[in-house]
């Protein structure tokens, strides 16, 4: 198995990469649009929320924050600022391209991972991927996603809410990369 070694030292290096971490979830409830990643997903109940409740977008925008030391989604976007009630959360993603691009850092990947009893989300992950690279001006191999259940355990596992999970690598962009 070939490996490649990479080398540097702390005084001069080519490589500057951050991880963040996020968690989001959300009550489930009656009549309203289940969104994820925002993607309208056909179901008998959405997400509870001042915004589109899309607690998948919600998780990596704050996985981004986190790697930059911004602080949370609240901060950023107050439940309290009337501006932000029923507001799609793709607009998050969009100032967070943005901010990325301000402070100089791209993003090397996205590992998402959304947990719910139903609907199955199997056939909308695509769709899901194309959004978020599409906002976040990134190739679709920089982004993975998967969705599996609570087997029954917890509010999750009930089908009273849906959580989900995102870890992000971001990069440092510096002039003298090769």
């Known amino acids: 198995m070939l490996q490649k070694m990479v080398t540097f030292s702390s005084s001069d290096s080519m490589f500057n990469m951050k991880i963040g971490f996020s968690k989001d979830i959300h009550?489930?409830?009656a009549g309203v649009p289940l969104i994820l990643c925002g993607v309208n997903i056909p179901s008998e109940f959405g997400l509870e929320s001042h915004s589109d409740g899309d607690c998948a977008t919600h998780a990596i925008v704050e996985a981004i924050f986190g790697a930059l030391n911004i602080g949370d989604l609240g901060s950023h976007y107050p439940p309290s600022d009337p501006k932000y009630e029923n507001v799609s959360s793709l607009i998050f993603l969009d100032d967070t391209r943005r901010i990325l691009d301000e402070m100089k850092y791209e993003i090397g990947n996205i590992d998402l991972f959304i947990s719910c009893e139903k609907p199955k989300l199997k056939k909308f992950?695509?769709?899901m991927k194309s959004l978020v690279a599409s906002h976040l001006k990134i190739s679709e191999?920089?982004?993975s996603i998967k969705a599996g259940t609570n087997e029954g355990i917890d509010a999750v596992g009930r089908g009273e809410a849906i959580e989900a999970y995102c870890v992000c690598l971001i990069e440092k962009i510096l002039k003298n990369r090769t």
């Open 141 to 143: 191999e920089k982004i």
């Open 27 to 29: 009550v489930t409830k």
């Open 125 to 127: 992950i695509p769709e």
